[in-house]
Structure formats: C-alpha cells, structure tokens
C-alpha cells in the first residue's frame, strides 16, 4: 500500500499556477484512491498585494495633496471595488476607445467599470453599487492581482 502522504510536486505546483492564473481560491483533484486539494490563503493575499499596489500608484502619477492619504485606507474603504482575479486590467473595450468610467462619473449596479482579461478571455467587472467614482487605481493595460483594489465608488 502506498504512503498515504507521499505526492508528486509537479502535481501540487501546475496546481498552484492554475490557482494563480484562473483567480480561484483553491482546486481539487482526485485519481483513483488519492484526493489533493491545493488552496491559498485570500486574506493573506490581499494584505500582501495591497500596499504593492499604492506603491505602484504613487509611483504611476502624481497625487493631489489633499488625496495623499486617501490610499492608506484604500483596502478597507467600503466603496473599494477589487480584482476577482488575475490578470490584465483594461479601461475601453478597445485600445483608444473612451474609457468605461472616469473619476467623477456616476455609476449605477451592474454598470461595466473595466474589463479584465485573463487566459484569452474579457471579464467585465460591473458596479457592485450606485455612486461617484471617486478613485482609479490601476492604469490602462496594467497587470492586476486577485483583491487588488481597482477603483471606488462613494
């Protein structure tokens, strides 16, 4: 009989690389009398991710300073729309195009904010509220993480 806790790591890594391209939070497989079950620690992740990327905004552009303390609290403000998965953020539906929102613009639930694509395929991201969108956080074309703040909406 074979070790119950004996695994092939090429296995449990391909696992985790499909984890970290497809957004999901964990995955499973079984083969004949044995089960792995690969996850990821979201809370983990996104205080990890978080101030990655408010480095990387006041890196990309100039703030205002009336909003230079806005990005401490972008993580936890409850307007915070996130990533719901890897992948490349864009803000048209086309290269050149207007963009879907601006900051200032009113939005109402369901409203497409942004598109992300991830493995060949668009994924709208839609308004979870009505609002103002007060904040952008990512810039056309960039590479987004799971739970990583995106935009807010007031």
Same mark, same amino acid.
């Given at each position: 009989?074979?070790?119950?806790?004996?695994?092939?790591?090429? $296995?449990?890594?391909?696992?985790?690389?499909?984890?970290?391209?497809?957004?999901?939070?964990?995955?499973?497989?079984?083969?004949?009398?044995?089960?792995?079950?690969?996850?990821?620690?979201?809370?983990?992740?996104?205080?990890?991710?978080?101030?990655?990327?408010?480095?990387?905004?006041?890196?990309?552009?100039?703030?205002?300073?009336?909003?230079?303390?806005?990005?401490?609290?972008?993580?936890?403000?409850?307007?915070?729309?996130?990533?719901?998965? #890897?992948?490349?953020?864009?803000?048209?539906?086309?290269?050149?195009?207007?963009?879907?929102?601006?900051?200032?613009?009113?939005?109402?639930?369901?409203?497409?904010?942004? $598109?992300?694509?991830?493995?060949? #395929?668009?994924?709208? $991201?839609?308004?979870?509220?009505?609002?103002?969108?007060?904040?952008?956080?990512?810039?056309?074309?960039?590479?987004?993480?799971?739970?990583?703040?995106?935009? $807010?909406?007031?």
């Amino acid at each position: 009989m074979a070790n119950p806790l004996s695994f092939d790591e090429k $296995i449990v890594r391909k696992l985790a690389e499909i984890l970290n391209e497809t957004g999901l939070s964990e995955i499973e497989i079984e083969q004949e009398n044995s089960r792995l079950r690969v996850a990821r620690n979201l809370t983990a992740v996104a205080t990890v991710e978080a101030p990655t990327v408010m480095h990387a905004q006041a890196v990309a552009s100039p703030v205002p300073a009336a909003q230079e303390a806005a990005p401490v609290d972008v993580a936890r403000h409850p307007g915070t729309v996130k990533a719901p998965m #890897v992948g490349t953020a864009y803000a048209a539906s086309t290269p050149g195009a207007e963009p879907f929102v601006k900051v200032g613009a009113k939005v109402t639930q369901g409203q497409t904010l942004l $598109i992300i694509e991830a493995m060949k #395929v668009m994924n709208q $991201i839609r308004a979870p509220k009505e609002g103002t969108v007060s904040q952008i956080l990512f810039n056309d074309g960039d590479p987004v993480e799971y739970d990583q703040p995106l935009l $807010i909406i007031e």
